[in-house]
């Protein structure tokens, strides 16, 4: 009986130090965790959506991803200025966007 108490404490307390090292790893190399990721996939979708719907945008020349708490870089060609910002206010006005990093190089 004496053994078996033993065993499960060991058990449990095996389980909370791996538990504590696993999400400190995940903290300390600033990884996304499963629910960020998730939110941040459907706040691409959402935005590459818009630029897709727009016709002042050309979706097949501008990439999108959205990194820690809602950042959404925007990367590839736009023809103007014009749709470069076009662009960036459409991935303001989505929900979850905290900040819009516009690295779109306008190429005529």
Do not use: W
């Not at 033993?6 to 130090?17: E, N, S």
Request: net charge positive; charged share 20%.
């Amino acid at each position: 009986m004496q053994s078996n108490v033993t065993r499960i404490i060991a058990i449990a307390v095996m389980a909370g130090a791996a538990t504590v090292m696993i999400s400190g790893c995940s903290v300390a190399r600033k990884q996304e965790t499963v629910g960020q990721y998730i939110d941040g996939s459907a706040v691409t979708a959402e935005v590459k959506a818009k630029l897709a719907n727009d016709p002042d945008t050309s979706a097949a020349n501008i990439s999108v991803k959205t990194i820690d708490g809602g950042i959404v870089q925007l990367s590839g060609f736009a023809k103007s200025q014009h749709e470069k910002d076009r662009a960036g206010a459409l991935a303001r006005s989505v929900k979850g966007v905290t900040q819009v990093h516009n690295g779109l190089i306008v190429k005529p």
